[in-house]
């Protein structure tokens, strides 16, 4: 009796955690629906030494139905998709190249602050040809 009565309660705990990812999911998804403000810091990486950094702003809209408008140049906006995953936490955007650095339409965000107000995500990009090794990017957003 007293292995039934533990195993349900294991089952029972068991259960709830499963129940709480998918709360947390919906709750960190919702954390990037909105409109943001982000600085974009960009890091020019040679033979494994910084060789260069810059900043720029820029502005990104995500909405709840997996589309959005992201500025590529000062007053012209382009739409994307996205898609959030939950663990480890990442964004997937798809059509809106990133300027010069970015070599397609797709990019994958690894999330390192996932808040309502927040959020601050790195990606990293590797040229096909040049003397760069690798840009790598953050993004420091913040909630309009």
Same mark, same amino acid.
């Given at each position: 009796m007293k292995r039934l009565i533990l195993a349900s309660i294991l089952f029972a705990?068991?259960?709830c955690r499963k129940d709480d990812g998918a709360i947390d999911f919906d709750v960190k998804r919702n954390n990037i629906v909105?409109?943001?403000e982000i600085t974009q810091v960009t890091?020019?990486?040679?033979?494994d030494t910084l060789y260069a950094e810059s900043s720029n702003t820029l502005s990104i809209s995500f909405y709840q139905d997996g589309t959005?408008?992201?500025e590529v140049f000062i007053g012209t906006d382009v739409d994307?998709?996205?898609l959030y995953q939950y663990n480890? %936490? &990442?964004v997937v955007i798809t059509g809106a190249p990133s300027g010069p650095l970015i070599l397609g339409s797709v990019?994958? @965000?690894?999330?390192?602050?996932? %808040? &309502?107000?927040?959020?601050?995500?790195?990606f990293e990009v590797v040229p096909k040809n040049g003397v760069v090794d690798? @840009?790598?990017?953050t993004w420091k957003m913040d909630r309009k």
């Open positions: 705990l068991l259960s909105g409109d943001w890091q020019e990486i040679r033979a959005g408008t992201k994307i998709e996205w480890p %936490e &990442k990019q994958f @965000y690894n999330i390192i602050k996932n %808040e &309502k107000n927040r959020q601050i995500w790195k690798v @840009y790598k990017l």
